[in-house]
């Protein structure tokens, strides 16, 4: 695991592959990693439950968040993510299809650091993801990470 | 003292009418008698005993011998002298008696006058013949005559009846007059001798010279006296004045016997007096029944006690209040009380006037009414909880649907795609297109989906009220849709000055509907034109988005309004359908309504208004 990294969580498998192939498609070359549970999610990112056992993984540069999740919400996640000192700084952009109004202003409150609605149209999708890696992975001084 | 001069001079004159006589002493003393009696006659005892004594003693001195001596020499002359004496003593004291009856007998009389003249009563007598022999002098003035003219004349006439004027007859002939009560009461006294008390007689009069009824009260004693004529007196009081009084104070009594309200007066300790036919009414007990009772006792008052009621008499002199009371037949009654202290001088209670009104029926409606609004009350957050619930489930579907929908487009989209992209070149002309038309579907279908979200996002938005810039939002849209449509040639025309009182938010995507539906179907002309104006119906401010496009056939405007109703093809007006069921839900929002006039081939107005009232009876011609 190094600090390139991608954390995608995520649990719809067809949006977990299009996001794979748009990040291809867009030549993002950095590992991506899967997640499709909210409990596994905080269990890899905070080192609890059964990753506890393990060494705890190097943070991923950058994290993509859905908001409907098994288990534990996005917003929990986040929520999470916010509240521990290691992962405070942890790049996280919520990648949803939703675009209510309220979870937009939850996850700001929350400290996101961007908001994507997954459209319909997979070449719109695809220009979105491809913006997203351009900007936090190539154009964004990433913080250093905690220890 | 002149009295008893002149009686000395008498007896004077008694000696010297015997000096003609030559022998004094043979003429008997009877000479001196007239002398003694005019004295006593004239001037009473005094007098009379003084000429008796002077006499007396000429008789022994002058006329007795020894002459010219105070000395009976014969004893048989002191017979003589006695009764000389003695004739004059008696005399005296005969004559003071006289005098003094009719001494008496006089101011007796002049007594009797005083007071006939002085009595509040006409006093009359009559004679035999019906005549007034005499009449005193309240008698005079209420008949308005000279004294000496009623002399003679019957007792009608005599007091100024009317009626006997007009009787040429004279009184007890003409028809009123042999029903005036003054004649038959007299000539009943007259004839049988029965006196006559207290008898009401209502005579036609002149007072002040104007005609009007008096009522007199008579009583007719007969006179009978011996040696005299038989007479009768009338007494007379004119009782004009109390009659009336009496009258007005039954039409009074009458009035509060009127009063639906129970009006009840009380005496000490509220013992009940007076018990008008409104209280019997509405208590039950007769006036016999409740008199005598304490009030609040027979009433049974519950809720006050007396002592707070008495406490505030006494401090302000009247208590008003809601009591709560029991009928006869043991109905519970409210009624509206008034009491009143009433006082017979400023320092003393004489008792206590309670005016009540039955309130009952007023109470129970309160009641009843009070029930309902609680119970409205309670249905108002019944239904309101089970509004916020549908709400809630209305939400969580839409957030469900805005999340869960759109994924699996998303991958019908994407794979189309990837198979397009990976396998494109095993695939011939038509399979692409296939996978184009797929594509496009799941597209169509995303934006179905963002447009209905919009649509029941606008229904849950909170109305936000403030003064609206119509014109510059009308403007904005208008700048957005050229930029959209920079390859065509529109013109926007827009009244400027339009406010009105909005949600700036919701006006906006009301405004970006119609605008964008007006430029959407003037996409064939080449000289589009679209319009923003305000104009008024009934006074009421109407706002206009017109423009010169294709227009519509208006017996299909009835479904204009409802979400995926469509009167163009999709393919010659690409669209949701859900537009202006989008407007419409704004503009009912705003209490407003929604309407089009339209034309194939004319273009078409789409008019609304944001007033405070609701009519959507025009409406409903487009929805069914």
């Not at chain 2, 002493?25 to 006593?40: D, E, G, Q, R």
């Not at chain 2, 101011?107 to 006093?123: C, F, G, R, S």
């Not at chain 2, 004045?241 to 509060?256: F, H, M, N, S, V």
Request: aromatic letters at 6%.
């Amino acid at each position: 695991m190094t600090a390139r990294t991608i954390l995608l969580i995520e649990d719809n498998p067809s949006d977990i592959e299009l996001t794979r192939r748009a990040l291809e498609r867009s030549h993002v070359v950095n590992e991506l990693v899967v997640i499709q549970d909210g409990q596994e999610a905080l269990d890899y990112l905070l080192g609890t439950g059964e990753q506890a056992r393990r060494d705890v993984p190097g943070l991923p540069r950058l994290a993509l968040l859905d908001l409907k999740l098994p288990r534990v919400p996005g917003l929990e996640i986040l929520r999470a993510i916010r509240a521990n000192p290691r992962t405070r700084r942890l790049p996280v952009v919520i990648l949803t299809s939703s675009n209510e109004e309220r979870d937009i202003a939850a996850s700001y409150d929350l400290g996101v650091n961007s908001y994507i609605q997954k459209p319909v149209d997979f070449n719109r999708f695809a220009e979105a993801v491809r913006q997203l890696g351009l900007y936090w992975l190539i154009l964004n001084e990433a913080p250093t990470p905690l220890t | 003292m002149v009295r008893y001069g002149a009686a000395a001079i008498l007896a004077a004159l008694a000696e010297a009418a015997r000096l003609p006589l030559h022998s004094p002493t043979f003429i008997p003393f009877i000479t001196f008698v007239p002398f003694m009696l005019v004295a006593a006659g004239l001037g009473g005892a005094g007098p009379g005993c003084l000429t008796t004594v002077l006499c007396t003693l000429e008789a022994i001195y002058f006329n007795t011998e020894p002459l010219y001596r105070l000395r009976v020499a014969d004893p048989r002359h002191w017979f003589g002298i006695a009764v000389l004496a003695l004739t004059g003593i008696v005399a005296s004291i005969l004559f003071e008696r006289l005098a003094r009856s009719e001494r008496r007998q006089h101011a007796a009389w002049l007594e009797l006058a005083t007071i006939q003249d002085h009595v509040p009563v006409m006093l009359l007598v009559v004679d035999e013949d019906l005549h007034v022999c005499e009449a005193n002098s309240l008698a005079v003035r209420f008949s308005g005559k000279e004294p000496a003219d009623i002399l003679g004349l019957c007792p009608g006439p005599a007091i100024g009846c009317l009626n006997a004027l007009a009787d040429p007859g004279g009184c007890g002939h003409g028809p009123d007059c042999t029903r005036c009560t003054i004649r038959l009461t007299v000539s009943d006294t007259l004839l049988h001798g029965t006196p006559h008390a207290a008898v009401e007689a209502w005579v036609p009069v002149v007072v002040d010279g104007a005609e009007q009824m008096r009522c007199l009260l008579l009583s007719t004693v007969p006179m009978e006296l011996e040696g005299m004529r038989r007479t009768i007196l009338i007494c007379a009081l004119d009782i004009t004045g109390q009659k009336q009084a009496e009258t007005d104070l039954r039409r009074q009594g009458q009035l509060i016997d009127l009063a639906h309200d129970a009006i009840i007066v009380a005496g000490e300790n509220r013992v009940i007096k007076g018990w008008n036919t409104g209280a019997a009414e509405m208590y039950g007990w007769t006036q016999q029944e409740a008199t005598g009772n304490v009030i609040h006792q027979l009433l049974r008052t519950a809720n006050v006690s007396i002592h707070e009621i008495d406490e505030v008499l006494q401090r302000c002199g009247r208590w008003d209040g809601e009591l709560m009371q029991t009928r006869q037949d043991g109905t519970p009654i409210v009624v509206e009380s008034r009491q009143i202290l009433l006082r017979d001088s400023p320092s003393n209670t004489a008792g206590i006037l309670e005016v009540n009104r039955d309130i009952t029926g007023r109470k129970q409606a309160e009641e009843e009414i009070r029930a309902l609004n609680a119970n409205l009350e309670q249905r108002v957050r019944d239904r309101t909880s089970q509004l916020e619930a549908a709400n809630h489930e209305l939400e969580s579907f839409a957030y469900s649907v805005s999340h869960d929908l759109r994924a699996p487009l998303r991958g019908i989209d994407g794979w189309s795609l990837a198979l397009m992209e990976d396998f494109g070149a095993q695939l011939d002309e038509e399979a692409r297109h296939y996978l184009g038309r797929v594509r496009s579907e799941a597209q169509h279908m995303g934006r179905l989906i963002d447009d209905l979200l919009k649509l029941s996002r606008i229904a849950r938005a909170p109305l936000e009220r403030d003064s609206v810039d119509l014109t510059e939002l009308a403007a904005a849209v208008a700048g957005r849709l050229r930029e959209a449509h920079a390859d065509r040639q529109i013109e926007f025309a827009i009244q400027p000055g339009i406010r009105a009182q909005g949600d700036a938010q919701l006006l906006e995507v009301a405004l970006t509907n119609l605008m964008d539906n007006a430029v959407k179907f003037t996409s064939k002309r080449p000289d589009a034109r679209i319009e923003f104006h305000q104009t008024a119906q009934a006074g009421q401010p109407v706002l206009c988005v017109r423009d010169n496009g294709v227009g519509f056939d208006m017996s299909y405007a009835r479904s204009l309004f409802c979400a995926f109703q469509r009167l163009h093809r999709a393919s010659e007006f690409p669209g949701s359908g859900i537009g202006l069921a989008t407007v419409q839900r704004v503009i009912h929002r705003h209490g407003g309504r929604v309407w089009a006039e339209a034309k194939p081939g004319e273009g078409a107005s789409f008019y609304f208004t944001l007033g405070e009232t609701v009519d959507r009876s025009n409406d409903s011609a487009y929805r069914g």
